[in-house]
């Protein structure tokens, strides 16, 4: 427990923003995104955003997978979970966002089978204890989620199971972050990089963002002197008029990743195109499952026509998630869209950032 009191020491954290505050003196503002859900919770717990001076901002990014996964893949997921024998698995989050015209949660209240597991092996177990049901697993995530996923399928391919699948919607990070900078819709000096993604991938794949973009990136954890340091690393960078990616979590993120993980993602999984929510189609950008493994891939299994999605029009989630507006400028918070009664998919999710804003009280 000493381990974690002391990355959130108070004193200590005063210290690294009177250091920041210290450097940034006369210095030009500087914009850096925190990518990753977990980081925009952890600042707005912490009252980061306060202890740092106002040439300091901070915008959150489309890090959270809850938020990026777009309408059309509930839209498949829900007309998946009418089929008779088909009963969808899924991580709690995913259930309440709504989809063009509801929630899978709204679906298993008029007798869909929705059941929330905690592990995709929990979901390969229940398969194999239900033989006359189909078991679709929801596999949605970032490159953290995506080794847990290929090990249930490989797992369920080991057990020779008939009725597992995964419906995939698994998310790669750089190529998203690659596609948000280029789009040039966001003037950012710099990224804290998602720790929990860079301990599977390690610091290789976002080199473009310095070589590239001249952008720095600094990798931080998730206790108050963890994102302060990264921060006080940034400011550093961008006053030496450097662009590199850093490591402040080398407790845990090692340079090359973890490769245990990045072979079981190439077991089973291969890039394709992929639509995030904001940030439309972006190249290589998803995983879809090999042919190889075919018979596990729910779209493959079972081919659905879908009418196109409706979204809200009023719901800003695909602004918010590209860190153009806070979730305050969106005529729909906290007035008819709150964690009880969520419009978007930024208000459902834990990581959400309208989420973050509502518990934690948002300011700017
Ligand atoms: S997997 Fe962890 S580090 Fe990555 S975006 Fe999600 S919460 Fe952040
Ligand atoms: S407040 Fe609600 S409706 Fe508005 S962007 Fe956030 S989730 Fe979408």
Not at 101 to 122: C, F, I, N, T
Request: hydrophobic residues 40%.
């Amino acid at each position: 427990m000493k381990f974690i009191d002391e990355f959130r020491d108070k004193s200590l954290s005063l210290k690294l923003a009177s250091e920041i505050e210290r450097l940034m003196e006369g210095v030009s503002p500087l914009s850096f995104m925190e990518v990753c859900g977990t980081h925009t919770m952890a600042i707005f717990r912490n009252g980061i955003k306060a202890l740092l001076p106002e040439a300091i901002k901070l915008v959150s990014g489309p890090g959270c997978p809850v938020c990026v996964t777009p309408t059309s893949y509930i839209d498949y997921a829900i007309a998946l979970s009418r089929l008779p024998q088909v009963v969808i698995t899924t991580f709690g989050d995913m259930v309440r966002v709504p989809g063009s015209d509801r929630s899978l949660d709204e679906e298993k209240g008029e007798g869909a089978q929705v059941k929330v597991v905690y592990s995709p092996l929990d979901a390969v177990e229940f398969a194999e204890k239900n033989e006359g049901k189909e078991v679709v697993f929801l596999g949605v995530g970032f490159e953290t989620t995506a080794p847990t996923v290929a090990a249930s399928i490989i797992e369920a391919k080991r057990r020779g199971l008939p009725n597992f699948s995964v419906l995939s919607a698994h998310k790669l990070m750089p190529p998203a972050m690659r596609a948000l900078v280029a789009s040039g819709e966001i003037g950012l000096d710099g990224f804290i990089l998602p720790a929990h993604v860079t301990t599977i991938i390690g610091l290789r794949p976002y080199r473009f963002l310095a070589d590239e973009f001249g952008l720095s990136a600094v990798v931080a954890g998730f206790e108050p002197i963890d994102i302060l340091e990264g921060i006080l690393m940034l400011v550093r960078q961008r006053i030496e008029g450097r662009a590199d990616i850093e490591n402040q979590y080398r407790r845990v993120v090692r340079p090359e990743g973890n490769k245990r993980a990045q072979e079981l993602i190439a077991e089973v999984f291969t890039p394709t195109d992929a639509e995030w929510r904001g940030l439309g189609v972006v190249p290589q950008s998803g995983l879809k499952i090999k042919e190889k493994y075919a018979q596990f891939d729910a779209e493959r299994r079972f081919k659905i026509e879908l009418p196109p999605v409706k979204d809200n029009p009023a719901c800003r989630c695909g602004e918010v998630i590209k860190g153009l507006i806070p979730p305050l400028d969106c005529p729909l918070y906290q007035k008819v869209c709150t964690p009880e009664h969520p419009i978007g998919p930024c208000m459902v999710s834990s990581e959400g950032t309208c989420a973050a804003y509502y518990k934690y009280g948002g300011f700017e």
